[in-house]
């Protein structure tokens, strides 16, 4: 069989797990806020526990700008900053995945994303199984016969297979449906009043974006005049929905391999 890798989008639990509906607030007794911190370190020993991965990886985005804002400036402008009670959670989740001896992934320039397709795809293309440990439809474009999405909280799984009797579409495909819909959260402009039920309907019939414009004037009403006027900003959105799998990064499976925390620093740190 072959070994199984998980990769987890460590930024977006992150988020996640500060979000998370809870009556009260953590703390530990000195005031510092934990619950973050408790909700995305419970996930993680949950999957250890259930899923016995052999190796274990956490991605986490840059803390320099993305080579997207190079692309567009616009890309994520008006995202809120941080929440002053994460930035120290994230520190302390750090120090808890350095003290259980799993690695952390990190490339000044890109995003979680771009870390995850490419340690995803050379690693599926080194016979391993990849699980990407995400919620993020980008990441549904990455998908192989050995790469699958899976949810920490569901434990549900996603293959290219399932993927694709679900949309008609293949994940390659999936790139040209998040380029015509586009994503108000990230900034990603997209065509206006063209949404994801619109975008998959046009990429099951036509294919592809070139596909679609050749066919353009098959489209009526307010949307085929969108599309008309609005190519430009789709090659744009196609730029910044590809996640890059060629990152530059050395990809050490050693390092990735699962091993026994450091209990010392972890009891320390726990209590």
């Not at 911190?37 to 320099?64: E, H, N, R």
């Not at 809120?80 to 992934?105: G, T």
Request: aromatic share 8%; with cysteine.
């Amino acid at each position: 069989m072959a070994k199984k890798l998980y990769i987890i989008d460590g930024h977006a639990h992150i988020y996640a797990a500060f979000f998370a509906p809870m009556r009260q607030q953590l703390t530990s007794p000195s005031g510092e806020p934990t619950k973050a911190t408790y909700i995305f370190t419970t996930a993680i020993l949950g999957l250890i526990q259930s899923q016995k991965p052999d190796m274990l990886a956490v991605a986490m985005d840059s803390k320099t700008p993305s080579f997207r804002t190079k692309i567009d400036p616009q890309y994520k402008a008006h995202r809120p900053p941080m929440p002053d009670d994460m930035p120290v959670q994230i520190n302390r989740i750090e120090k808890i995945l350095e003290a259980m001896n799993i690695q952390m992934l990190r490339v000044d320039g890109f995003e979680a994303d771009d870390v995850i397709g490419t340690l995803a795809k050379k690693a599926a293309a080194n016979g391993y199984d990849v699980f990407i440990c995400s919620k993020d439809k980008d990441m549904l474009q990455l998908l192989n016969g050995h790469i699958s999405t899976y949810d920490l909280k569901t434990a549900e799984s996603t293959t290219a297979d399932s993927m694709f009797s679900e949309t008609k579409v293949t994940p390659a495909q999936f790139i040209e449906v998040l380029a015509l819909q586009g994503d108000k959260a990230d900034n990603v402009p997209g065509i206006p009043d063209v949404g994801p039920k619109t975008a998959l309907e046009w990429i099951q019939k036509y294919g592809s974006i070139e596909n679609i414009y050749k066919h353009a004037d098959e489209i009526t009403g307010k949307r085929g005049d969108n599309l008309r006027s609005s190519k430009e900003q789709v090659m744009l959105s196609r730029k910044l929905v590809t996640i890059d799998c060629d990152t530059p990064f050395k990809i050490d499976y050693e390092a990735l391999a699962l091993k026994e925390p450091n209990k010392e620093k972890l009891t320390a740190i726990f209590n």
